[in-house]
């Protein structure tokens, strides 16, 4: 996997001309290739033109109680996206079927999964931590882990200390960490939700009784609440929109309005984009390619959202940025 970020798509987020980065590039000899007419870079490259932008570690975790909505998908393409924008990041994998896990190639027999650290405390969280590419660490998950919800309850363990416990001593190592969750709302996943600075549920164009959303935010609410973590945002992003068809468009139409979920939205949605499943795949991402497609662009938008990156070319740091630029040639 080699995750291409356009040099035309840098200027862009920054709010500089795209020459302003190509002198950076240059000055500061920072590695890059072209294909055709596109310049690209990867993450190390990434890390020096970004590195005015630094944040604390931030936790999200992604939860519907069902299956098939993009939360595997979207922490996986976000992730990647990320270490394009030269943040560190980390996925926890929860799901016990890995899919995450096997779509970057790893084994996860190979290292100790979230069951295995629960069970025997001297095995440090280094050892299950995987580099799967420049900037991306995953911990990975296999079927043993689906036991995590019977075995934290029947030990009694603490939810609010289960997995913040073993994330926190590591935080400092990361600007990002992406918690993957399982379909279902059990122990590991309360575990995990009170880790979260934001939980994002994820949902697909349907019958609004059939998405899980009431079920997952009344769920999600009361764990947030039960200990005492109720100012955690949740937010709802539409995932697969397809803008022909009438599903799609009524789904986002009553989402945004909607009275008890309307505020929880993001104001734009991830469309359904046929190249994201055909790079998973072969076990890449959409991000391999420098072709300008619809996942490409989505996914672009939902990562600078959680980042905060959205505002940097809105917020007149363009105009000081463009001064900077031109100063340090
Ligand atoms: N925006 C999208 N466009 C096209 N296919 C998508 C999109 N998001 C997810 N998918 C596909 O939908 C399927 C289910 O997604 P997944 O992320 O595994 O869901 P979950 O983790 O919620 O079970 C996968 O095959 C994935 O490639
Ligand atoms: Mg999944």
């Known amino acids: 996997m080699q995750p291409k970020m ?32 596109r310049v690209y870079f990867g993450y190390e490259t990434a890390v020096q033109l970004f590195s005015d932008f630094k944040n604390s570690c931030k936790i999200f975790v992604f939860v519907l109680v069902k299956g098939g909505v993009g939360k595997s998908t979207l922490c996986r393409e976000v992730a990647i996206r990320s270490t394009l924008m030269g943040k560190r990041v ?35 969280i280094s050892d299950s931590i995987v580099n799967v590419i420049p900037g991306l660490d995953i911990i990975p998950s296999r079927y043993d882990n689906s036991v995590l919800d019977n075995f934290i309850m029947l030990k009694s363990m603490p939810l609010q200390k289960v997995i913040k416990n073993r994330i926190e001593p590591i935080r400092k190592n990361y600007d990002l960490i992406l918690i993957d969750c399982p379909p279902s709302l059990g122990q590991a996943v309360t575990s995990a939700v009170l880790c979260a600075d934001e939980v994002i549920l994820p949902t697909t164009p349907c019958d609004f009784s059939d998405s899980g959303i ?14 005492d973590a109720s100012q955690v945002p949740m937010k709802i992003i539409l995932n697969e929109y397809d803008n022909r068809e009438r599903d799609s468009r009524e789904t986002y139409a009553d989402l945004i309005k909607h009275e008890k979920y309307g505020d ?7 469309r359904e984009c046929k190249e994201i499943e055909k790079y998973r795949r072969r076990k890449l991402s959409i991000f391999d390619s420098t072709s300008s497609t619809a996942g490409r662009e989505d996914i672009d938008t939902l990562t600078r959202e959680l980042l905060g990156m959205n505002e940097v070319a809105t917020k007149g740091y363009a105009s000081n940025r463009e001064n900077h630029l031109s100063e340090v040639v």
């Open 214 to 227: 009431d079920t997952t935010v009344k769920e999600v609410r009361r764990m947030l609440n039960d200990f």
């Open 264 to 270: 929880m939205m993001f104001k734009f949605y991830i």
């Open 6 to 37: 356009l040099v035309t798509e840098a200027a862009d987020i920054l709010g500089v001309t795209v020459q302003a980065i190509h002198k950076q590039l240059k000055t500061k000899k920072l590695p890059y290739s072209k294909l055709q007419n």
């Open 90 to 124: 980390l996925i926890l994998e929860l799901d016990h079927q890995g899919n995450l896990t096997k779509s970057f190639g790893v084994n996860a027999k190979e290292y100790p999964v979230l069951i295995d650290l629960l069970e025997d405390d001297s095995i440090p």
